[in-house]
């Protein structure tokens, strides 16, 4: 089989040779409750984080760069995924969160395919916003919210810190068919059941990147959820960056936070600025990992 699981449509073929993103067969890198989601997300009782290894983006200042550059973490079966998704539920998470799935698309469906009428929580699709339209109208009815991110609305910038053509377009469409498959947000006791919010991380020095990002995520639906992160922090790859050497400061996001409103936005998520620090960074031990395979 030839990958266009993503928009890189790297052609290859996956069980012999990664493309892009660098991971071959379905590989994750962490099974556990996550608590520093968004409050509709996380919940009280934690969200049924699943995360999977590589990344069909290349941030150099990527957050989780000790699993997004590498096929880190544990070669499993759709089946596996799809008992792992069981798993969750069964262990009282809020929902199953589907974290950097795009380079796995193709397996997810199948595995929701097959367990989804089994699954009683929302099933979360956590992604960089880098989508393949093809392949999101295949997870129609399967997904029930989607945590899109949209990181640029300027293209060199995207090509510049993430090697990402056509990012903008890109994600637009992808967010648009997003919202097509879940229209309206509906919550129940507080929590996301279905709908979409949109991520944006500010990045410290391109403000006017954010303004870009609020502008046009105001003129596509004024009431769209939006959440914007302040959690940011400098990898060691990014230490001598000029901009992006250093956290945010609470001007900067004040700032943002002002446009959020000024451009007519409404629903939103905000973060505390004590947020940017590599603590929030999950344990990707591998014992952990296979000791939770082993339960399923
Ligand atoms: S999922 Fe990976 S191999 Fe497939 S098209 Fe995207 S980057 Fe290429």
Redesign the pocket.
């Known amino acids: 089989m030839e ?4 928009p ?3 052609k ?1 073929n ?1 069980t012999e040779n ?4 660098r991971v071959k067969g379905l590989t994750i890198a962490r099974v556990g409750k996550h608590e520093w989601e968004e409050p509709c997300i996380s919940g009280t009782r934690g969200s049924g984080t699943i995360f999977f290894s590589g990344c ?1 983006l290349r941030c150099i200042f990527c957050q989780n760069d000790a699993i997004s550059r590498s096929d880190y973490g544990q070669v499993i079966s759709v089946d596996t995924l799809g008992k792992l998704m069981l798993y969750q539920q069964d262990s009282g998470a809020e929902n199953v969160n589907l974290v950097s799935p ?2 796995f698309v193709g397996q997810i469906a199948e595995a929701l395919e097959k367990y989804k009428p089994q699954i009683k929580i929302p099933i979360v699709y956590n992604s960089n916003g880098y989508e393949s339209l093809e392949q999101l109208k295949r997870l129609e009815g399967l997904i029930d919210v989607y945590l899109p991110d949209l990181k640029y609305a300027d293209n060199s910038l995207a090509m510049e810190y993430s090697s990402a053509p056509h990012y903008f377009e890109t994600a637009k469409t992808a967010i648009a068919e997003m919202k097509r498959q879940r229209p309206k947000n509906v919550f129940v006791n507080g929590m996301l059941r279905r709908g979409v919010i949109v991520r944006h991380l500010v990045l410290p020095g391109n403000l006017d990147n954010s303004k870009k990002v609020l502008d046009y995520l105001a003129s596509f639906d004024r009431n769209i959820y939006v959440s914007l992160m302040a959690q940011y922090f400098p990898t060691t790859d990014v230490k001598a960056h000029p901009l992006l050497g250093r956290t945010l400061t609470q001007n900067e996001y004040d700032e943002i936070s002002s446009y959020f409103k000024q451009c007519g936005l409404h629903n939103g998520y905000f973060q505390e600025l004590s947020s940017n620090s590599d603590e929030y960074v999950p344990d990707w031990s591998l014992e952990n990992l296979k000791e939770v395979i082993g339960k399923v």
Do not use: E, I, L, S
């Open positions: 990958c266009n699981f993503c890189r449509k790297c290859v996956r990664a493309g892009f993103c069909n795009t380079q």
